[in-house]
C-alpha cells in the first residue's frame, strides 16, 4: 500500500501513530548512486512531535520523552534514513526504524534484582580456591632459611 493511502504507523496493539502527526523531509544523501546522486533528494528525515501527539496517553508521552531524551529536541524526535539509494525504500526504512525505536522506549522496565547471598558452599570452595593459590605462590619464593 502506498505510504499516503497508510491509516498511520503501527508501533504496536495499543498504539498507532496518524500519518497526520508525521512530517517529511528530503535531502541529497551521500554515497552510492553515480551521477544521480547529485539530483535525486533520496535522504529522508521523519519528524514526529511527541510532545504534542494526540496517540499518546500521559504515562507513554512522559516515559517516551524520558527514555528518548537524548534523541529528542522540544518533544520532536527526527529519524533519518540514507542507506538506500530509492527515497521509498527509505521512506519505508525511516518508518520501521521510528516504529522500533518508540516501541523499544515504551516497553516497560524490567523487574529489579533481588538482592542474593553467596550459599555456604560458594563461600567455602572461595576459601578454599584462594588457600591453593596461596600455596602455588608460596612454593615460587626462594627457600627461606
Do not use: C, Y
Not at 546522486?37 to 519528524?47: K, P
Not at 504515562?59 to 517516551?64: K, P, S, V
Not at 534523541?71 to 524526535?77: N, Q, S
Not at 529489579?112 to 588457600?131: C, D, F, H, V
Amino acid at each position: 500500500m502506498p505510504a499516503s493511502h497508510r491509516p498511520g504507523l503501527r508501533i504496536d496493539s495499543g498504539l498507532t501513530i496518524p500519518e497526520s502527526e508525521l512530517s517529511w523531509r528530503f535531502s541529497r544523501s551521500s554515497g552510492p548512486g553515480g551521477q544521480g546522486v547529485n539530483t535525486a533528494d533520496s535522504r529522508v528525515e521523519l519528524v514526529w512531535d511527541m510532545a504534542g501527539s494526540t496517540a499518546l496517553s500521559p504515562l507513554q508521552r512522559e516515559r517516551l520523552l524520558e527514555r528518548l531524551s537524548s534523541r529528542v529536541a522540544d518533544g520532536v524526535l527526527t529519524i533519518t534514513a540514507s542507506e538506500h539509494r530509492a527515497q521509498l525504500r527509505n521512506r519505508d526504512a525511516a518508518r520501521a526504524r521510528l516504529a522500533a525505536v518508540v516501541a523499544d522506549a515504551l516497553r516497560p522496565p524490567s523487574p529489579s534484582r533481588r538482592p542474593t547471598k553467596p550459599s555456604r558452599g560458594a563461600k567455602e570452595r572461595r576459601l578454599e580456591a584462594k588457600k591453593r593459590r596461596t600455596d602455588v605462590k608460596r612454593l615460587r619464593r626462594p627457600p627461606h632459611d
